[in-house]
């Protein structure tokens, strides 16, 4: 089992950035893929970002947030982080983050574990 807890997320005006933490215990941490989910009121679950099991190795975005939010890992601190910037009202969410064993994905179907989830909410 990986356990995974969220934290970092809040209320911030547009414009402003945000950095969300994902501790994992429970298992190798190095040996997982970890991504970055989100879900807004009434609607699906979409993939925000996702890295390799290296730190500083492979990462995929969502188009949606390409340029604007950074992935990174320290497998050191088992924690992935998200950096937000540039946050809009669209960014309101829950933030989720999930492992996989091997090779990141951004389809949500490949995750094993999922954390709580951290709300971010972006006023105009």
């Known amino acids: 089992q990986v356990q995974l807890v969220e934290s970092g997320g809040g209320l911030v005006q547009a414009g402003a950035s945000l950095r969300l933490s994902c501790a994992a215990s429970g298992r190798t941490f190095s040996n997982y893929a970890m991504a970055w989910f989100r879900q807004a009121p009434g609607k699906e679950r979409e993939s925000v970002a996702a890295t390799g099991l290296r730190t500083g190795g492979i990462k995929l975005y969502a188009d949606s947030v390409k340029g604007r939010f950074t992935i990174s890992r320290d497998n050191a601190k088992n924690t992935v982080y998200l950096q937000m910037n540039s946050l809009n009202v669209e960014d309101t969410a829950v933030y989720y983050c999930?492992?996989?064993?091997?090779?990141?994905?951004?389809?949500?179907?490949?995750?094993?574990?999922w954390g709580q989830g951290t709300q971010v909410t972006v006023s105009s």
């Open positions: 999930a492992a996989k064993w091997g090779d990141p994905a951004l389809s949500s179907a490949y995750y094993d574990y």
